[in-house]
């Protein structure tokens, strides 16, 4: 998983300069989520046991938000407006 702070490898950064390289051979799936419901303890603790630094927040299937390690705070996603949710 690419985190911010981290020096990447000079072959993986070559790896991803091929055009025709899919999104697919990147993203990690499963996707771990939680709701808005979800307690922060719960939270910490699953971002520590998969090795992850932020999780989606979904609402209804929709994303809402994410949390991070460092901030633990929600954070909504680009362009999203608190107000119309």
Do not use: W
Not at 3 to 8: I, K, P, R, T, V
Not at 11 to 40: I, K
Not at 49 to 70: A, Y
């Amino acid at each position: 998983m690419l985190s911010q702070g981290e020096d990447l490898a000079t072959e993986f950064l070559n790896y991803l300069r091929a055009a025709d390289r899919p999104v697919s051979d990147l993203m990690m799936s499963p996707v771990v989520t939680v709701s808005e419901s979800t307690s922060v303890q719960t939270i910490v603790e699953m971002l520590q046991k998969q090795h992850i630094k932020r999780v989606p927040v979904l609402r209804d299937g929709r994303l809402v938000g994410t949390v991070c390690n460092r901030r633990r705070t929600l954070t909504p996603p680009q362009g999203h407006d608190r107000r119309r949710s």
